[in-house]
């Protein structure tokens, strides 16, 4: 892809740079948080604090000292102190996560770190509010990814090198509460920023037509889908099954966590007990919302069915709006003869299709079982823009698979695809509708993207003007040590 090289595009590397802000704050630190004296705050920040360690007495009864450098404090921004380990270890975390640091300088993830801490201070400053239910209910989601992927809480603690859970937890909360903060604090510098049709021609018009960007490859996919049913009598034997389950617990006081580990069909929540810690916003289906938030302390829901299949929930405890809950996900058996069907199904469409009895977009609008698609013709929206095109090099890649193969107006055979989360198989068929090959923007085709970098740039520079009008009036102290470096801000105060 050809360099963007002039100044008015500088912003795309900028723009990429903020968004990395958001990994920092993760990345710095699970257990890398410090506590510092709010005194410090105010303070000047030391080069370097020290500790004076007492060596043996030597024999003329003097005593020698020696100097052991503890950890250096980097700067000091408001009220939050980032010390040298920080910078340190997030250097280390983003390595252990597979990112590349090629291009990441010291200097460049001190600024970052420093761009947190301000958009955190001003936060509070400005009575951005953010509870400790939700920040909790953060933590417990990641504390439960966390124990998934490494078997137990022992494990976890081990791998972040901390003595018991209560600390964890305490440190994990400080740094989520940072992180969230700082979020809301740009969301509301950026969220009621838009573009108007006319200032996303200027933006564009103002890139000289030698250093347009060029986009990648692309393709407009559309699709046909049949989702076998279960029966009504197997649903039954669901519901009588979870009922049967929820008779146990209730009347004879079995574990509802043991018949989760054995019953429950849902991947991400069977191995801990069907554990889940959730608040309104957590994004869960709106029937299960629905059924967890009418439920008291220590009951169990009827049976429910949601797309995945059905449940039942107990409610173990109830902190405000956050509710911890265990759950029983399972789908009812579909019969081998309805997903037969499905597939024969298909294969008379495509037929139909090919030998002209009907258009693709008119089989998807008569025949396919998947609402968010079959009134558009069938045409699949790219989920992080909601636009028709893929481009191939960013492609998931169970999709590409499935097309890669496909030459123009070729439509496929049908192709059976498990739901991971669960809720049944399905059949669907596939077309790629139209091809783009690599090119040089243009405005007309191209208006989604040309928008969003022109919006991106109108945000940035709200960020920019936040950004020098805030550091000038927040308490900012950078080590002496830091103040070469070229920051992106002006951080170094005279």
Not at 41 to 48: G, K, S
Not at 220 to 231: L, R
Not at 481 to 486: K, L, Q
Request: one cysteine or more.
């Amino acid at each position: 892809m050809r360099q963007l090289k002039k100044e008015n595009l500088k912003f795309m590397e900028k723009i990429s740079k903020l968004g990395y802000t958001l990994c920092l704050l993760v990345c710095s630190g699970l257990g890398y948080a410090q506590e510092v004296d709010a005194v410090t705050a105010t303070q000047t920040a030391p080069d370097e604090v020290l500790l004076e360690a007492s060596n043996e007495v030597q024999k003329d009864s003097t005593e020698s000292f020696k100097k052991i450098k503890l950890d250096g404090i980097s700067a000091v921004v408001g009220d939050y102190v980032i010390l040298d380990s920080d910078i340190e270890k997030t250097l280390i975390d983003l390595k252990s996560q597979g990112a590349s640091t090629a291009d990441i300088t010291r200097c460049g993830l001190l600024g970052k770190l420093m761009e947190d801490r301000l958009y955190a201070h001003q936060a509070v400053q400005d009575s951005i509010l953010v509870s400790d239910d939700e920040v909790n209910a953060t933590s417990e989601r990641q504390i439960q990814s966390l124990v998934s992927q490494v078997g137990s809480m022992e494990k976890v603690l081990k791998f972040y090198k901390k003595e018991d859970e209560v600390s964890f937890r305490e440190e994990l909360f400080d740094i989520n509460k940072l992180r969230m903060l700082s979020e809301k604090m740009q969301q509301k510098i950026v969220g009621e920023i838009e573009i108007t049709p006319e200032e996303v021609r200027q933006f564009f018009n103002k890139i000289p037509e030698s250093e347009r960007p060029v986009f990648g490859a692309e393709l407009e996919i559309a699709q046909i889908v049949k989702e076998p049913k279960a029966t009504e009598v197997e649903k039954q034997k669901v519901i009588d099954k979870l009922n049967t389950i929820k008779a146990d617990v209730e009347e004879n006081g079995a574990s509802f966590s043991v018949k989760a580990i054995l019953y429950s069909q849902d991947p991400g929540s069977k191995s801990k007990g069907g554990f889940y810690s959730m608040t309104r916003e957590t994004g869960f289906v709106k029937e299960f919302k629905d059924v967890a938030f009418t439920l008291q302390e220590g009951e169990i829901s009827e049976p429910f069915e949601t797309v995945f299949g059905f449940h039942i929930i107990y409610i173990e405890k109830i902190r405000g709006q956050e509710l911890d809950l265990r759950h029983i996900l399972i789908s009812p058996e579909i019969p081998k003869e309805a997903i037969e069907e499905a597939q024969r199904e298909l294969d008379s469409i495509r037929k139909k299709v090919i030998d002209g009895q009907m258009t693709f977009a008119e089989a998807a609008f008569n025949f396919s079982d998947q609402k968010e698609t079959k009134f558009d013709g069938g045409l699949l929206r790219n989920p992080t823009n909601f636009d028709s095109r893929f481009e191939l090099t960013k492609m998931d890649p169970t999709l590409y698979n499935q097309v890669r193969d496909l030459k123009d107006n070729e439509i496929s055979r049908p192709l059976l695809e498990e739901d991971p989360r669960g809720g049944g198989p399905k059949y669907k068929i596939l077309k790629i509708t139209n091809r783009f090959d690599e090119h040089v923007a243009d405005f007309a085709k191209d208006y989604i993207k040309i928008q969003e970098l022109a919006l991106r740039e109108k945000q940035f520079n709200a960020i920019r003007e936040w950004m020098d009008e805030h550091i000038k009036d927040t308490y900012v102290s950078v080590n002496e040590g830091n103040r070469s470096c070229n920051f992106a801000n002006d951080w170094v105060k005279e």
